[in-house]
């Protein structure tokens, strides 16, 4: 499915059937853990095909609302260290893999496991259990459709998160369909987050597009959901023959983390 539609429509599913993942998914996803991995040794990734070691050690300690969501499988990932760059990846390769996933027509929801104590992750996850910081739960959805747009939580409109020059600056309709963006605009604000909180802000300066992140008391979260927009943002320019890649800047501007610059 084209990245645009993908986004529009993807949604997070918190109840799964007591169904297995078929052979041929599981298989698939290791493979596709596997190509990640080989293009980055910035994360890790574990793999738990059958869930219930995880969600019964996850019981009242993470999940939606304190109720962990109880998935037939999960993958953790490994974060390498604590840098502001280490969170970025998290968000970026951990919705990378989880777009693949939603791809095989899986249901899927992220679950934060940051304040989750490290003796419980090193039970769950081993030695590097400390580093893992977010799992994937998985598997096949129960009633709803994966794609159904009324049961998708509501986001900023694109005034609000695209910008020119600065970031309060508005950029009309016209400028951006000029340069090509007003579908990627239009679809990014859909990007998942923690808590929906939609940290990202874009600004347009000629051929320079800018990611600004808004700070908050939990910056580290949020830079997990911008690594996860940098991914939606590239795989969108490639759809229009812009294969470049986020350059990092990582400015700290006071009510704003400068994050990085795409060169259109
Ligand atoms: C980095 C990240 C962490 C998240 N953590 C949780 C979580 O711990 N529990 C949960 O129920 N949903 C979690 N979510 C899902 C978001 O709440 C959800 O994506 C957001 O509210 C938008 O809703 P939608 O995905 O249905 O469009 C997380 C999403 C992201 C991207």
Redesign the pocket.
């Given at each position: 499915m084209v990245m645009t539609n993908f986004l529009q429509k993807?949604?997070?599913v918190?109840d799964f059937k007591n169904k297995s993942v078929s052979r041929f998914n599981i298989e698939t996803i290791k493979s596709f853990i596997d190509e990640i991995s080989e293009e980055t040794n910035n994360v890790g990734f574990k793999f738990y095909e059958n869930g219930s070691i995880i969600s019964k050690g996850l019981q009242g300690k993470?999940?939606?609302h304190g109720v962990m969501?109880e998935a037939p499988s999960y993958v953790a990932l490994i974060q390498k260290d604590n840098s502001e760059e280490s969170y970025i990846n998290t968000?970026y390769y951990?919705?990378k893999l989880n777009t693949q996933i939603v791809n095989l027509d899986l249901d899927s929801?992220?679950?934060?496991l940051d304040e989750v104590d490290d003796e419980t992750k090193k039970q769950l996850f081993g030695e590097e259990g400390p580093k893992v910081n977010?799992v994937i739960g998985f598997g096949h959805g129960v009633g709803k459709k994966l794609f159904t747009p009324e049961?998708?939580?509501g986001r900023y409109s694109r005034d609000e998160i695209v910008f020119k020059n600065e970031i309060g600056e508005n950029i009309s309709e016209e400028e951006l369909e000029n340069l090509g963006l007003i579908e990627i605009f239009s679809s990014i604000r859909?990007?998942?987050?923690?808590?929906?909180t939609q940290p990202w802000r874009f600004v347009v300066k000629e051929h320079e597009i800018y990611l600004f992140m808004i700070k908050s008391d939990n910056n580290s979260?949020s830079l997990?959901?911008i690594g996860?927009s940098m991914f939606y943002f590239e795989e969108m320019a490639k759809t229009i023959g812009r294969y470049g890649k986020w350059d990092i800047i990582l400015k700290d501007n006071s009510e704003y983390l400068e994050i990085a610059k795409f060169t259109m």
């Open positions: 993807r949604k997070s918190r993470a999940g939606y969501i968000g951990l919705e929801c992220w679950i934060t977010y049961t998708t939580s859909y990007a998942p987050s923690h808590m929906n979260r997990v959901d996860v």
